[in-house]
């Protein structure tokens, strides 16, 4: 069982799965993280939510 990495919630097998796309401010250097899933803290919602850095030479990238 999935569960929604923003609510928790459980997220059922017949139920869609949604992803985004985000950029980090200018100067933010993730080059060492590329291809992992990190674990990002989000102060403004006080927890932590997991994050896949991309890979440089990925198609996710590229677009």
């Known amino acids: 069982m ?5 609510c928790m919630k459980k997220i059922g ?10 950029k980090f401010a200018k100067g933010v250097d993730f080059n060492e993280k590329d291809g992992k899933i990190i ?3 989000l102060a403004s919602r006080k927890t932590s939510i997991p ?3 991309v890979g440089n030479d990925s198609e996710a990238k590229k677009k």
């Open 51 to 53: 994050l896949i850095v």
């Open 13 to 22: 097998e017949d139920k869609p799965c949604f992803g985004l796309s985000v």
């Open 2 to 6: 999935l569960r929604c990495a923003w």
């Open 39 to 41: 674990s990002l803290y």
